[in-house]
């Protein structure tokens, strides 16, 4: 196995972290941005007391300028980064009809205009050194849909775009561009969906509950593997049954 560099976006979030901490057992090496510094010391803290060494650096992936300095202070740390995680993300769920222009600015810069601000930076040195990995973390939202999330599903079906475009253009270059799309975790956003209204989604899920940030991060820990370099442009659909379109 080759130890490898990654960075992983809004790694401290349910999802994330499990996602740091998978890529970190598979022995690399792994950072990732922070917009308040005292929760991300204590975060990276708790984590070093469970023995996970992670860089932290600051940065805003909604702003070209703040993400281009992130991208180089994780860099700084530690190296050229052979794994991207395009993995930040929020909701400002609300029926369209409703909808804010702020409400949509907010989620469509953070979800999806970071895949350009962080990715930008970045791919210059993965086809130099013929090696990469980027995976965006999309949702079931993005596939099929979702009442109140008009601005987050216009988002995540905007990531898979982004990735099967990049896919072809690097694929010449040791570079795979994949899509997870992870249905209904167990983390503080779905968590934030009214309890009544959660109630009703995880009754829909086949496999009768929701799923473990764990098991999303098994599937990024698999792309992002060496023996994956012929798996470019999926879009991987990890939703407990919830929605099997193809
Ligand atoms: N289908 C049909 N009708 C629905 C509906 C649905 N899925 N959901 C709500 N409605 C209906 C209600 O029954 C209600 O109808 P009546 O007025 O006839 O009683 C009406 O919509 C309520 O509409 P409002 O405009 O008043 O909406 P609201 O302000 O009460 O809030 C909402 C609506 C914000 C969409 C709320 O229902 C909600 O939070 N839904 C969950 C959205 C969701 O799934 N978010 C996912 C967050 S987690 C995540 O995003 C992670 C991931 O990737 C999976």
Known sequence: MTARTALVTGGIGGIG?????HLAQAGHKVATNYRDEAKAR??????KSEGFDFAIVPGDVSDTTSAEAMVKAAEDLIGGIDILVNNAGITRDTTFHKMTALQWQEVINTNLNSCFNVTRPIID????RKWGRIIQISSING???QYGQANYAASKAGMHGFT???AQENAKFGITVNTVSPGYVLTEMVRAVPEDVRAKIA?????????????IAYAVGF???ERASWITGANLSINGGHYMGW
């Open 143 to 145: 596939q099929k849909g």
């Open 17 to 21: 972290t499990a996602i740091c901490r």
């Open 164 to 166: 099967i475009s990049l």
């Open 223 to 225: 792309l992002a593997d």
């Open 125 to 128: 040195g993965m086809r130099n």
């Open 42 to 47: 204590a975060w990276r803290d708790a984590q």
């Open 203 to 215: 009754a829909q899920i086949p496999v009768g509950r929701l799923g473990e940030p764990d098991e």
